[in-house]
């Protein structure tokens, strides 16, 4: 039964009838797969999949090479089940479509692959039939040719030997034939002018004709050639000396003439004679142009004139001599070297003086270009003269014109500068001629600010130019390092700095000299733009400069807080300055007031002196002034009565009134004594204190300037009564405006309180107004 079921298994499949087509199938498959397998280079077991323990020999294994099918079926027969039989009969189907399927997937990928090579064997099979055709072709053909060419070869071998002398002896007769007709080609050639000609014919027979002289018909050949060669020497010495022709045909001319056999040292000698002859004369011709009439050219039309005449004519002659006096050897380099160190010098000098007349010019471009063009044209003489130093002089006379460039752009800043405060001059002073109100302090310093600015980066941009790529002496070491280092950031903007803060300081002269007329605006105009430069101005253009100019130099240069010390040091010398020069005008008008005035006949106080209202304008005007361009700054706490109080009871007239009637008439050094003592323990006020970068510290510095003068007068005059009472009146009329511009009120309260306290001392009769009265009048007033 088993035997039953398992007949349409694998047992009754193609192993069933070996003879039919069906088991033809397998082998097939089998040698395919083996041909796969030889191809990918997988050995049996890994092409079968088979364990790596298993035996190759097995013939019940399927992978295997030694399979068997009927001793597969026996053990199967045997070992399985029914079951396990169809499950197996189920799994081998299965793997035979499998493998049927990867067969077919192979044949479509490979398909376009196999169908190729199937014709190019085809093509390759037809190619080698045809060449191997040909190739016995050829071998028939080179068979036959070389028959041929033996059998030629045998015939002409007599008659080869006999062709060969007679060309020899023709060869020899054409050359005898040349030597008999060489003087009358000679002559020919030099009445022709061909001297290049004669000279070669010369060269060719020279040699025979001095082996063979010893023959008589060589020698009279020999003595004819000599003739006409000696007056061909004459005729080129004589065309060269004319010197008529150009440097090439010169130079054809001694060569000519060292072919002939001339004396190479005379020849040398003369050539640089002619050729100095001619350079010179294009630098006469130079030297024309530098004259006052006709006008000279610009610079770059005089370098291009310069560069194609001299020293191109230079290079020429640098060229044809060492090509013609290569023999001479050291000797003759040196004579050369310094030939062109003579002329080169003049050549410069000449250009150098060109260059002078344009120190005065603005335009650096121009001046670059032809600079640039100057220094390219002397490279090939410079390589070529190597021991004459033309190239090294060319770059010094570049360096010497960059510094001179440089010189003058600073005074070009300076210059700026001046105008720029010519111009604030004039801004400030055409609003009072006009009687009208003139541009602000803020908007002049603006103007300023951004007037030097912008000329300082035309600078920058102008000597900018010497560092181009495109310019041939950029990469010189001095434009690389010294020039930018010490030449600009030195010498132009550093320079300029230190010199428009000297400029300003010298406004600080003592009066009489230069600082005498200097309107006070301009003084705080100038401390503002100082104190701006050290703020961030020159960090900008130093740090610019840097960026423009990328210092390749290990020299020092100054620091940017150096700059900025001296910057601000400047600034605090102006604006205190500017403090003394204000005090000085609002205490000469008080100082005329106290001085011309009666104070012992004086009539009782109505109202308030015009000075002190015009002092009190004044310095409303100065604190309107400094507020445009300082800050406001810090003040003391201010107490609520401030502009309340009144100078009826001073603290050195309270103490005067109260203590005078308990001493004798002769108590006035009891009562100074008095005085004195309480000045000790009063706050000491410093009067030319240091001034703050604000308005309020300005504020202070002139009114304690301007008090203090009012003390040191009132000092110095004795007062009636009611002269007193009119210096407690202007006093206290001070006090209601003045305590609000200063940091702290009570300097004002204490220069005040001395100044009437200094007029009671000095009065015979103090008799102090009564403080409600004192306050009407100033209110009045």
Same mark, same amino acid.
């Given at each position: ?260 056999? &001339? ?8 050539? $640089? ?60 380099? &040196?004579? $050369? ?212 100019? $990328? ?14 010390? &001296? ?178 009120? &009570? ?35």
């Amino acid at each position: 039964m088993a035997a039953a079921a398992a007949g349409p298994g694998p047992g009754s499949g193609p192993g069933d009838s070996p003879e039919g087509p069906e088991a033809e199938a397998p082998e097939r498959r089998r040698k395919a797969h083996g041909m796969l397998k030889l191809y990918y280079g997988l050995s049996e077991g890994e092409a079968a999949g088979r364990p790596p323990g298993s035996d190759p020999l097995d013939p019940t294994d399927l992978n295997g090479a030694h399979f068997d099918p009927e001793v597969y079926l026996d053990k199967l027969r045997r070992e399985c089940p029914l079951a396990q039989l169809m499950d197996s009969e189920t799994d081998m189907v299965r793997q035979i479509r499998a493998l049927d399927s990867d067969m077919q997937t192979l044949v479509y990928e490979n398909y376009n692959k196999f169908i190729s090579a199937t014709d190019t064997i085809r093509k390759m099979k037809n190619d080698f039939r045809k060449m191997e055709d040909e190739m016995d072709r050829l071998a028939t053909n080179m068979a036959v040719i070389t028959d041929f060419s033996a059998r030629i070869s045998a015939t002409l071998q007599d008659r080869h030997e006999r062709i060969t002398k007679l060309a020899g002896v023709h060869a020899l007769l054409r050359k005898l034939q040349f030597l008999f007709e060489l003087p009358s080609r000679l002559t020919k050639c030099v009445e022709l002018g061909a001297y290049g000609q004669a000279v070669r014919y010369q060269g060719r027979a020279r040699a025979v004709l001095q082996q063979y002289q010893h023959l008589p018909s060589f020698r009279a050949i020999q003595d004819d050639c000599q003739v006409i060669t000696a007056r061909l020497a004459q005729q080129l010495r004589q065309r060269f000396r004319e010197g008529g022709s150009g440097a090439p045909e010169q130079a054809e001319c001694v060569e000519l003439l060292l072919a002939l056999g &001339e004396p190479a040292e005379e020849l040398c000698e003369e050539f $640089l004679a002619h050729a100095r002859g001619r350079l010179e004369e294009e630098l006469r011709s130079l030297e024309a142009e530098l004259g006052p009439s006709p006008p000279a050219p610009d610079v770059l039309e005089f370098t291009d004139h310069g560069g194609s005449g001299f020293v191109g004519g230079l290079c020429q002659v640098a060229t044809a001599y060492q090509e013609l006096f290569a023999a001479q050897g050291p000797a003759g380099a &040196e004579k $050369l070297a310094a030939f062109a160190q003579e002329l080169g010098g003049c050549y410069f000098a000449l250009v150098e003086r060109r260059l002078a007349q344009e120190q005065g010019g603005s335009d650096n471009s121009l001046l670059v270009r032809a600079l640039d063009r100057f220094h390219r044209r002397l490279r090939a003489p410079g390589a070529l003269l190597a021991a004459a130093g033309l190239a090294d002089a060319a770059t010094e006379i570049v360096e010497r014109v960059a510094r001179e460039r440089l010189g003058h752009h600073l005074q070009g800043l300076r210059a700026a500068f001046l105008g720029c405060l010519t111009d604030v001059r004039q801004a400030l002073a055409a609003p009072r001629l006009a009687g009208k109100e003139g541009p602000g302090l803020a908007e002049l310093l603006a103007n300023v600010a951004s007037s030097i600015l912008s000329h300082i980066k035309a600078s920058l941009a102008a000597v900018h130019l010497f560092t181009a790529k495109e310019v041939s002496f950029s990469n010189k070491p001095y434009f690389r390092g010294e020039f930018c280092s010490q030449g600009v950031r030195e010498g132009l903007i550093v320079g300029f700095i230190r010199s428009m803060c000297q400029t300003a300081q010298s406004f600080c002269d003592s009066p009489g000299e230069k600082g005498g007329a200097t309107p006070p605006a301009l003084l705080l105009l100038l401390s503002r733009l100082c104190l701006d430069y050290e703020t961030a101005t020159i960090s900008y253009i130093l740090t610019l400069t840097d960026e423009q100019f $990328l210092v390749q130099d290990q020299s020092p240069v100054t620091p940017v807080s150096t700059l900025c010390a &001296e910057a601000r040091e400047t600034a605090r010398r102006l604006l205190t300055h500017y403090v003394k020069v204000q005090g000085l005008v609002i205490s000469q008008m008080l100082r005329k007031s106290v001085e011309t005035r009666d104070w012992l006949s004086t009539l009782e106080p109505r109202n308030v002196r015009a000075v002190m209202k015009r002092v009190v304008e004044d310095t409303t005007a100065i604190d309107v002034q400094v507020g445009l361009l300082y800050e406001e700054g810090v003040r003391k706490a201010q107490s609520s009565d401030s502009s309340k109080r009144t100078f009826s009871v001073y603290s050195s007239s309270r103490q005067q009134g109260r203590y005078a009637p308990s001493y004798t008439p002769s108590a006035p050094m009891d009562t100074n004594l008095l005085s004195n003592i309480q000045k000790l323990f009063s706050e000491r006020i410093d009067v030319f204190s240091p001034v703050e970068f604000n308005k309020v510290s300005v504020l202070t510095g002139i009114i304690k300037i301007s008090l203090k003068t009012l003390l040191e007068c009132v000092r110095l005059r004795t007062f009636g009564r009611f002269g007193l009472q009119q210096v407690q009146v202007d006093c206290h009329f001070l006090q209601l405006y003045l305590w609000r511009f200063v940091a702290d009120e &009570e300097l004002v309260h204490l220069l005040l309180d001395e100044v009437v306290a200094s007029a009671a001392l000095r009065c015979p009769d103090p008799v102090p107004m009564e403080p409600s009265v004192v306050e009407v009048i100033c209110e009045r007033g």
